[in-house]
C-alpha cells in the first residue's frame, strides 16, 4: 500500500504540470465558496449552480460520500489527501475523475479545501494497482505534504488562504505571506511580473498555464528553485470574480532536466562538425561555457592528434605522464585570462594533482567546494596554477576523462568562478555526457586522421614518386581521386624507362573508388611494371595483363562478392626518341590525345579493344610518327564524362583545353584539369602530358657486322673510336669488354645450327648500336630469338662467363625480342663529372 500512497502523490503532482484542472475551494464544512471555469467545463455546472452547495452532492456513488467526509476529518491532521472517484455531470452521465485535497490555512485559523479534479481520460494510463479507488489506511497516510504549492488571493490579490507545502518551496514564510500582496512579502520584479499574470487571470477568466518562477529563497542558500505555477480565476455565487488561485509544483528538476538536454541537443549539433581534432576539443568548450561552467578547457593526448593509438590507463604508480597538449579554451573572460596554457601549447600534468588521478582511474575527480587552502598540491606541485585559482576565485572544479573504447584520449576541466553556485550530481553527469559525446567525435576524428594518413601512405607507395621521361619527354601530371575522404582510388598512371633511351607511359582506370580500388589497383601497377621491364610490345603488354586480371579475379575470396570483380581499362604506350615513334595500344580505355607543336589536337585512331579481365579478344598496337615537341595525354574517363553529355561532348572540351601550345606542360596540365573536372566529381580524375623529345643523329651510332667472330675486334675498334668522339674515353675500356662479350654470345648461340660451336653463317648479320644520352646504352641484335641467361660456370668450363662480366660491368642489361630477332643491352651510367 506504500507504493499505491507514492504513486497517487506522483500522479497528483502531474496532474497539476499537464493539464488545466477543476479547481473547487470549499470551508470547512464542505460547502463550495469558490469555482473556476475549468471546473464548469468539466462537470457543465456554472458557479451560480454549485456555490453555497455541498460539494458531496457531486459525487455519484454514496461509497465516494462516505470516504470523502471520513477522509476530510482525518485530512484536518494529515493536510491532504488523493484518490479516484466518480462525479455528477449537469447532463447526468457520471466522470471518473482523479481528486487532489489540501487543506489551507487563513488568517481566521479555520481550514478551508481546496479540490482539484481531474478527468482520468486525460491523464496518462495509471497503473493497476491504483485504478480503483481504496481508502488509505490512517497507518500508510500521504506525505504529510503534498508536493503542491497551493494560495488563494482575493480580488485585491492579497493572500488569503495557503497550504504548508507553498511556504517550504517558494521561501516565504505563513506569517509574512497572509494578508499581504506578493509584491508587499518578497518585492522585486519577479514578483510585479506574477501580478501582472493574476491581474490578466482575475479580467479575462482564461487560466495561465505552466509558468516557471524562480523561488524567493534567502540570500545566504546559494542553491536555486524553479517553481512552475498555473493560475485559475474563483468564481462566487454570482459568478463574478471571488479571486485567483494559485498552484504551484517544484520545476526544479524538470527544468534542468529539460536544460540538460536542450544542451544534449547543441552538443549534437555543435561538437564534431569536422573531422579536426582539435576543432572538436574546441567546439566542446564553448559549449560548456557558459552553459555549464564559468571557464573549461579540453587537454588532448598528443598521439590523438596524430591519429596514433590512445593512451592506456596509467597505472596506480606510473609517474610517467604522456604528453598532453591543450586543444580547446573558453572562458566568460575575453582571452581567457584564467589559463596557464594558450590553445595548441603543451600542457604540464603534475603526478599528484587530481589530473593525473583521473588519468590513473579513468573515473571523474569532484570537488564541489574547491580546496585552495594552503598546503595542498598545487602549493607544493603547481603555485603557478594556485595563483590562477586564488585570482579568478575558482571555487568549483569537475575533472571528466574523455576517453573511447577503453583508452583516454584526454581530459575536460569545468570551473566556476562567478557563477556562485558549487556544482552538483547532476552538473557532473551532464559534463559526463559532454565528454562521451565528444569523445565519439575525438575518436572518429582520430581514426580518419589514421585511416587518411594510410591512404596518403598508399597513395605515394602507388603513385610514381618523381616520375621522369628521361631523354625521351618532358612529362606533367594530375590526379584527382573522388574519394576526398581518403584520398586515393583506382586511377593510376605511371612513367617508366625503358632501354635504348625509350619510354613507357601508362594510364589506367579500376571499377570503383576508395581503398579497395587502390589495394587492386597497385595489383596492376606492379604487374604492369613487371611486364614493362620484359620489354614486350603493347598489344603482349596488355594481353598478358589481361591473363593476370584473370587470375587476381579467381584468387579472391568468394565469400566477399564485392572484392572479387576487378573491371579495368589501360592504355600502354612506348616512345622511341631515336625514331620519334611511338607505339600503343588500348584496352577499353579513352583514346589518348596528340596535340601537335603548333596547338592541333587530334585522336588517333587505336582499336580499343576489351576491358581487363575479360579474355575476350586479342589487343593491337598501332605505331605512328610524332614531330619533336608534341605532347601525348593520357587521361582517364573521370575527365572528360559528364552525367548530361554524351562522351564525344567531353572529348571536344578536352579537345578545346589542350588547344594551348603557349603554356608550359605543367600550367597546360593545370588549366586542362581545373577546365574540365566536375565541381564535385563523382569518379576519380587523371591526366598524364609528355612532351616528346628525340635524339639528334650524333648521339646515335649504329653498324651491321657479318656473324664470324673474325668481327669482334673491329666491332671494339670502332665503339672505342665513337667513345672517344663523345667525350666517354673513361667508358671505353668497359665498352670494349662489352661490346665483345655480347658479340661473341650473339656468335655463338645466334647461328641457329645448335651446337654451339660457332660456326659462320654468312647469310646472318650482327648489328651494334651505342646511345648517349643520360646514359650509355649500348645494343646487339641477332636473328635468334634465344633468351641469354647468365651462368655460374665451373673452373673447367670453357665457356659461360660473359654475362657475368656485363653484369658486373654495367648498371643493369636486359633482352628484348624484335620481330626480327632480339636485342641485348647494356646501360653504363658516366660519373658525375663526365
Same mark, same amino acid.
Given at each position: 500500500m506504500?507504493?499505491? +500512497?507514492?504513486?497517487a502523490?506522483?500522479?497528483a503532482?502531474?496532474?497539476?504540470? /499537464?493539464?488545466?484542472?477543476a479547481? +473547487?475551494?470549499?470551508d470547512?464544512?464542505g460547502?463550495?465558496?469558490g469555482?473556476?471555469?475549468?471546473a464548469?467545463?468539466?462537470v457543465?455546472y456554472?458557479a451560480?449552480e454549485?456555490v453555497?452547495?455541498?460539494?458531496c452532492?457531486?459525487?455519484v456513488?454514496?461509497?465516494?460520500r462516505a470516504?470523502a467526509s471520513?477522509? +476530510?476529518q482525518e485530512?484536518t491532521l494529515r493536510?491532504?489527501w488523493?484518490?479516484?472517484?466518480?462525479?455528477?455531470?449537469?447532463?447526468?452521465r457520471?466522470i471518473d475523475?482523479?481528486?487532489?485535497?489540501s487543506?489551507?490555512?487563513?488568517q481566521?485559523?479555520?481550514?478551508?479545501w481546496?479540490?482539484?479534479?481531474?478527468?482520468?481520460?486525460s491523464?496518462?494510463?495509471?497503473?493497476?494497482?491504483v485504478?480503483?479507488a481504496?481508502p *488509505?489506511?490512517a497507518?500508510?497516510?500521504?506525505p504529510s505534504?503534498?508536493?503542491i504549492?497551493v494560495?488563494?488571493?482575493?480580488?485585491h490579490?492579497?493572500?488569503?488562504r495557503?497550504?504548508?507545502?507553498q511556504?517550504?518551496k517558494?521561501?516565504?514564510?505563513?506569517?509574512k505571506r497572509?494578508?499581504?500582496r506578493?509584491?508587499?512579502a518578497?518585492?522585486?520584479?519577479e514578483?510585479?511580473?506574477?501580478?501582472?499574470v493574476?491581474?490578466?487571470?482575475?479580467q479575462?477568466?482564461?487560466?495561465?498555464?505552466?509558468?516557471?518562477?524562480q523561488?524567493?529563497?534567502?540570500?545566504?542558500v546559494?542553491s536555486?528553485?524553479?517553481?512552475?505555477?498555473?493560475?485559475?480565476?474563483?468564481d462566487d %455565487?454570482h459568478g463574478r470574480?471571488?479571486?485567483?488561485?494559485?498552484v504551484s509544483?517544484?520545476?526544479?528538476?524538470?527544468?534542468?532536466?529539460?536544460e540538460r538536454l536542450?544542451?544534449?541537443g547543441?552538443?549534437?549539433r555543435?561538437?564534431?562538425?569536422?573531422l579536426d581534432?582539435?576543432?572538436t576539443a574546441q567546439?566542446?568548450?564553448?559549449?560548456?561555457v557558459p552553459?555549464?561552467?564559468?571557464?573549461a578547457t579540453?587537454?588532448l593526448?598528443?598521439s590523438?592528434?596524430?591519429g596514433e593509438?590512445?593512451?592506456?590507463h596509467?597505472?596506480p604508480?606510473d609517474e610517467?605522464?604522456?604528453?598532453?597538449?591543450r586543444a580547446?579554451?573558453a572562458?566568460?573572460?575575453p582571452?581567457?585570462?584564467?589559463s596557464?596554457f594558450?590553445?595548441?601549447e603543451?600542457v604540464?600534468?603534475p603526478?599528484t594533482?587530481?589530473?593525473?588521478?583521473?588519468?590513473?582511474?579513468g573515473? $571523474?575527480h569532484f570537488?564541489?567546494?574547491?580546496?585552495?587552502s594552503?598546503?595542498?598540491w598545487l602549493?607544493?606541485?603547481?603555485p603557478?596554477r594556485?595563483?590562477k585559482i586564488?585570482?579568478?576565485a575558482m571555487?568549483?572544479?569537475?575533472?571528466?576523462p574523455i576517453?573511447a573504447r577503453?583508452?583516454?584520449?584526454?581530459?575536460?576541466?569545468f570551473?566556476?568562478?562567478?557563477?556562485?553556485?558549487?556544482?552538483e550530481e547532476?552538473?557532473?553527469l *551532464?559534463?559526463?555526457e559532454?565528454a562521451?559525446w565528444?569523445?565519439?567525435?575525438l575518436d572518429n576524428?582520430?581514426?580518419?586522421?589514421?585511416?587518411r &594518413?594510410?591512404?596518403?601512405?598508399l597513395?605515394?607507395l602507388?603513385?610514381?614518386?618523381?616520375?621522369t621521361?628521361?631523354s625521351a619527354?618532358?612529362?606533367?601530371?594530375?590526379y584527382?581521386?573522388?574519394?576526398?575522404?581518403?584520398?586515393?582510388?583506382?586511377?593510376?598512371?605511371?612513367?617508366?624507362?625503358?632501354s635504348g633511351?625509350?619510354?613507357?607511359?601508362v594510364?589506367?582506370d579500376?571499377?570503383?573508388?576508395?581503398?579497395n580500388?587502390?589495394?587492386?589497383m597497385?595489383q *596492376?601497377?606492379?604487374?604492369?611494371?613487371?611486364?614493362?621491364d620484359?620489354d614486350?610490345p603493347p598489344?603482349?603488354?596488355?594481353s598478358?595483363?589481361?591473363e593476370?586480371?584473370?587470375r587476381?579475379?579467381?584468387?579472391?575470396d568468394?565469400?566477399?562478392?564485392?572484392?572479387?570483380?576487378?573491371?579495368?581499362t589501360?592504355?600502354?604506350?612506348v616512345y622511341?626518341?631515336v625514331t620519334?615513334?611511338?607505339?600503343?595500344?588500348?584496352?577499353g580505355?579513352p583514346p589518348p590525345?596528340v596535340?601537335?607543336p603548333y596547338g592541333h589536337?587530334?585522336f588517333?585512331?587505336?582499336?580499343?579493344g576489351?576491358?581487363?579481365g575479360l579474355?575476350?579478344?586479342?589487343?593491337?598496337s598501332?605505331t605512328?610518327? *610524332?614531330?619533336?615537341g608534341s605532347?601525348?595525354?593520357?587521361?582517364?574517363?573521370g575527365?572528360?564524362?559528364a552525367?548530361?553529355?554524351d562522351?564525344s561532348?567531353?572529348m571536344n572540351?578536352l579537345?578545346?583545353?589542350?588547344a594551348?601550345?603557349?603554356?608550359?606542360?605543367d600550367?597546360?596540365? $593545370? &588549366?586542362t584539369v581545373d /577546365?574540365?573536372?566536375?565541381?564535385?566529381p563523382?569518379?576519380?580524375?587523371t591526366l598524364l602530358?609528355?612532351?616528346t623529345r $628525340?635524339?639528334?643523329?650524333?648521339q646515335? %651510332?649504329?653498324?651491321?657486322f657479318? &656473324?664470324?667472330?673474325?668481327?669482334?675486334s673491329?666491332?671494339r675498334?670502332?665503339?672505342a673510336r665513337?667513345l672517344t668522339?663523345w667525350g666517354?674515353?673513361?667508358?671505353?675500356?668497359? /665498352?670494349e669488354l662489352?661490346?665483345s662479350?655480347?658479340?661473341?654470345n650473339?656468335?655463338i648461340h645466334?647461328?641457329?645450327?645448335?651446337n654451339?660451336?660457332g660456326?659462320?653463317n654468312?647469310?646472318?648479320?650482327i648489328?651494334?648500336?651505342?646511345?648517349r644520352?643520360e646514359?650509355?646504352?649500348c645494343?646487339?641484335?641477332?636473328?635468334?630469338?634465344s633468351?641469354?641467361?647468365?651462368r655460374?660456370?665451373?673452373?673447367?668450363d670453357?665457356h659461360g662467363?660473359g654475362?657475368?662480366l656485363?653484369t658486373?660491368?654495367?648498371?643493369r642489361w636486359?633482352?628484348?625480342?624484335?620481330?626480327?630477332?632480339?636485342?641485348i643491352w647494356?646501360d653504363?651510367?658516366p660519373p +658525375?663529372s663526365?
Amino acid at each position: 500500500m506504500g507504493g499505491s +500512497a507514492e504513486t497517487a502523490v506522483s500522479e497528483a503532482q502531474t496532474a497539476i504540470e /499537464t493539464v488545466c484542472p477543476a479547481i +473547487a475551494v470549499l470551508d470547512a464544512q464542505g460547502t463550495v465558496v469558490g469555482w473556476s471555469q475549468a471546473a464548469q467545463r468539466l462537470v457543465g455546472y456554472s458557479a451560480t449552480e454549485v456555490v453555497g452547495q455541498s460539494a458531496c452532492v457531486l459525487l455519484v456513488a454514496a461509497d465516494d460520500r462516505a470516504k470523502a467526509s471520513q477522509a +476530510a476529518q482525518e485530512s484536518t491532521l494529515r493536510s491532504c489527501w488523493s484518490d479516484l472517484a466518480q462525479v455528477r455531470h449537469r447532463d447526468g452521465r457520471s466522470i471518473d475523475v482523479r481528486l487532489c485535497v489540501s487543506s489551507l490555512t487563513g488568517q481566521d485559523g479555520r481550514d478551508w479545501w481546496l479540490v482539484c479534479a481531474t478527468d482520468k481520460a486525460s491523464l496518462p494510463a495509471w497503473p493497476a494497482e491504483v485504478t480503483v479507488a481504496e481508502p *488509505l489506511p490512517a497507518g500508510l497516510p500521504l506525505p504529510s505534504r503534498l508536493p503542491i504549492g497551493v494560495v488563494v488571493r482575493d480580488t485585491h490579490l492579497r493572500c488569503i488562504r495557503v497550504n504548508d507545502t507553498q511556504g517550504s518551496k517558494d521561501g516565504i514564510p505563513l506569517p509574512k505571506r497572509l494578508g499581504r500582496r506578493l509584491t508587499e512579502a518578497a518585492p522585486g520584479t519577479e514578483a510585479e511580473t506574477l501580478e501582472a499574470v493574476m491581474h490578466q487571470v482575475l479580467q479575462s477568466g482564461d487560466p495561465a498555464i505552466n509558468l516557471d518562477y524562480q523561488a524567493f529563497l534567502p540570500a545566504n542558500v546559494r542553491s536555486s528553485r524553479i517553481l512552475t505555477a498555473s493560475y485559475f480565476r474563483l468564481d462566487d %455565487a454570482h459568478g463574478r470574480a471571488l479571486g485567483v488561485c494559485v498552484v504551484s509544483v517544484d520545476g526544479t528538476d524538470s527544468r534542468r532536466a529539460r536544460e540538460r538536454l536542450a544542451i544534449l541537443g547543441e552538443a549534437s549539433r555543435r561538437i564534431g562538425t569536422t573531422l579536426d581534432v582539435m576543432q572538436t576539443a574546441q567546439e566542446l568548450a564553448a559549449l560548456a561555457v557558459p552553459f555549464l561552467a564559468d571557464y573549461a578547457t579540453v587537454d588532448l593526448a598528443e598521439s590523438v592528434q596524430h591519429g596514433e593509438e590512445p593512451l592506456d590507463h596509467l597505472g596506480p604508480q606510473d609517474e610517467r605522464i604522456p604528453a598532453f597538449r591543450r586543444a580547446g579554451l573558453a572562458s566568460i573572460h575575453p582571452g581567457t585570462p584564467e589559463s596557464l596554457f594558450a590553445r595548441g601549447e603543451p600542457v604540464v600534468v603534475p603526478p599528484t594533482s587530481p589530473f593525473a588521478g583521473v588519468l590513473r582511474s579513468g573515473k $571523474s575527480h569532484f570537488e564541489p567546494i574547491l580546496d585552495t587552502s594552503p598546503g595542498t598540491w598545487l602549493d607544493h606541485h603547481d603555485p603557478a596554477r594556485a595563483e590562477k585559482i586564488r585570482e579568478h576565485a575558482m571555487h568549483s572544479l569537475m575533472v571528466v576523462p574523455i576517453h573511447a573504447r577503453g583508452a583516454v584520449l584526454g581530459m575536460a576541466v569545468f570551473v566556476r568562478t562567478e557563477d556562485p553556485r558549487p556544482f552538483e550530481e547532476d552538473d557532473l553527469l *551532464l559534463a559526463e555526457e559532454l565528454a562521451s559525446w565528444a569523445a565519439l567525435a575525438l575518436d572518429n576524428a582520430r581514426q580518419y586522421v589514421r585511416e587518411r &594518413s594510410a591512404a596518403l601512405a598508399l597513395q605515394r607507395l602507388l603513385h610514381p614518386h618523381r616520375p621522369t621521361g628521361g631523354s625521351a619527354a618532358d612529362v606533367a601530371w594530375r590526379y584527382l581521386p573522388a574519394d576526398s575522404h581518403h584520398g586515393i582510388g583506382g586511377d593510376w598512371f605511371d612513367v617508366i624507362p625503358l632501354s635504348g633511351a625509350r619510354v613507357a607511359l601508362v594510364v589506367g582506370d579500376v571499377v570503383g573508388h576508395g581503398i579497395n580500388a587502390a589495394a587492386k589497383m597497385g595489383q *596492376l601497377r606492379t604487374a604492369m611494371h613487371t611486364l614493362a621491364d620484359m620489354d614486350m610490345p603493347p598489344d603482349e603488354v596488355l594481353s598478358r595483363l589481361d591473363e593476370q586480371v584473370i587470375r587476381f579475379t579467381e584468387a579472391e575470396d568468394p565469400r566477399h562478392p564485392a572484392t572479387t570483380t576487378m573491371a579495368a581499362t589501360c592504355l600502354y604506350a612506348v616512345y622511341d626518341p631515336v625514331t620519334r615513334t611511338c607505339t600503343m595500344a588500348r584496352a577499353g580505355h579513352p583514346p589518348p590525345a596528340v596535340i601537335d607543336p603548333y596547338g592541333h589536337v587530334t585522336f588517333p585512331d587505336l582499336p580499343a579493344g576489351a576491358p581487363l579481365g575479360l579474355g575476350l579478344v586479342p589487343f593491337e598496337s598501332v605505331t605512328f610518327e *610524332l614531330a619533336e615537341g608534341s605532347v601525348l595525354a593520357l587521361y582517364t574517363d573521370g575527365l572528360i564524362e559528364a552525367r548530361d553529355q554524351d562522351i564525344s561532348a567531353g572529348m571536344n572540351r578536352l579537345r578545346a583545353a589542350l588547344a594551348r601550345p603557349d603554356l608550359a606542360l605543367d600550367d597546360l596540365c $593545370s &588549366s586542362t584539369v581545373d /577546365t574540365l573536372r566536375a565541381k564535385a566529381p563523382s569518379d576519380d580524375v587523371t591526366l598524364l602530358l609528355a612532351r616528346t623529345r $628525340s635524339l639528334s643523329a650524333d648521339q646515335v %651510332a649504329s653498324w651491321q657486322f657479318p &656473324s664470324d667472330p673474325a668481327v669482334v675486334s673491329r666491332a671494339r675498334t670502332l665503339a672505342a673510336r665513337q667513345l672517344t668522339q663523345w667525350g666517354l674515353e673513361h667508358l671505353a675500356e668497359s /665498352t670494349e669488354l662489352i661490346v665483345s662479350e655480347l658479340f661473341t654470345n650473339a656468335i655463338i648461340h645466334g647461328n641457329g645450327n645448335g651446337n654451339g660451336n660457332g660456326d659462320c653463317n654468312s647469310d646472318r648479320t650482327i648489328g651494334l648500336r651505342l646511345i648517349r644520352h643520360e646514359i650509355l646504352t649500348c645494343e646487339v641484335s641477332d636473328a635468334s630469338h634465344s633468351h641469354p641467361l647468365v651462368r655460374h660456370p665451373r673452373s673447367t668450363d670453357e665457356h659461360g662467363r660473359g654475362l657475368f662480366l656485363v653484369t658486373q660491368l654495367s648498371s643493369r642489361w636486359g633482352t628484348r625480342h624484335t620481330p626480327d630477332g632480339k636485342i641485348i643491352w647494356a646501360d653504363q651510367r658516366p660519373p +658525375a663529372s663526365a
